[in-house]
T-cell receptor, first 114, second 117 residues
Framework: ETGVTQSPTHLIKTRGQQVTLRCSSQSGHNTVSWYQQALGQGPQFIFQ???????GRGNFPPRFSGLQFPNYSSELNVNALELDDSALYLCASSGGGTGGYEQYFGPGTRLTVT | AQKVTQAQTEISVVEKEDVTLDCVYETRDTTYYLFWYKQPPSGELVFLIRRNSFDEQNEISGRYSWNFQKSTSSFNFTITASQVVDSAVYFCALSEVQTDSWGKLQFGAGTQVVVTP
């Protein structure tokens, strides 16, 4: 069984640029969630995709957007990068669209905005 | 408002000591789920346990055990006979089964556990 994978591992961008992060869900999982984890803090929920539809969103501005593909992999796009966007971005997959399923996390993408 | 509170910022123990991590949560839902995750220095969050609001039975799984008490909204986690490999940040998380919170894990701030030989 393949676990959750994310790419790239690390990324350095300049303020104002755009970035795309990618996630492949665990085999058999149809739900992907994205989280932002600032240094020294707990992860914050960005949004969730279930069968290619957005299924919940946290308190993040519209410049954070996403996609889920038919194979359930997902992308997180961030436009107009700000310095505060520097964080570890975690993708998690789960087996259902409800909140009761445990979410399995990937290794994360470390984004640095300068 | 913070839904999950982990009051302990850091706990340091010597190997083989027991470690108990505190977690207090806040919800108005009658149906919810609680989780513990471990984040080692590599950064990947590792799922440890899940409990639903209808099951207050406390269990032991290997060196891990948990104490879920709805009356005090607490979901504490214990590592017995700690090992150096247990050194990590441990997160408690809540998932509420409301439409606008569906699928959203709400994490506490985490507790850093340092186990020294």
């Amino acid at each position: 069984e393949t676990g959750v994978t994310q790419s790239p591992t690390h990324l350095i961008k300049t303020r104002g640029q755009q970035v795309t992060l990618r996630c492949s869900s665990q085999s058999g999982h149809n739900t992907v969630s994205w989280y932002q984890q600032a240094l020294g803090q707990g992860p914050q929920f960005i949004f969730q995709y279930y069968r290619e539809e957005e299924n919940g969103r946290g308190n993040f501005p519209p410049r954070f957007s996403g996609l889920q593909f038919p194979n359930y992999s997902s992308e997180l796009n961030v436009n107009a990068l700000e310095l505060d966007d520097s964080a570890l971005y975690l993708c998690a997959s789960s087996g259902g669209g409800t909140g009761g399923y445990e979410q399995y996390f990937g290794p994360g993408t470390r984004l640095t905005v300068t | 408002a913070q839904k999950v509170t982990q009051a302990q910022t850091e706990i340091s123990v010597v190997e083989k000591e027991d470690v108990t991590l505190d977690c207090v949560y806040e919800t108005r839902d009658t149906t919810y789920y609680l989780f513990w995750y471990k984040q080692p220095p590599s950064g990947e969050l590792v799922f440890l346990i899940r409990r639903n609001s209808f099951d207050e039975q406390n269990e032991i799984s290997g060196r891990y055990s948990w104490n879920f008490q709805k009356s005090t909204s607490s979901f504490n986690f214990t590592i017995t006979a700690s090992q150096v490999v247990d050194s990590a940040v441990y997160f408690c998380a809540l998932s509420e089964v409301q439409t606008d919170s569906w699928g959203k894990l709400q994490f506490g701030a985490g507790t850093q556990v340092v186990v020294t030989p």
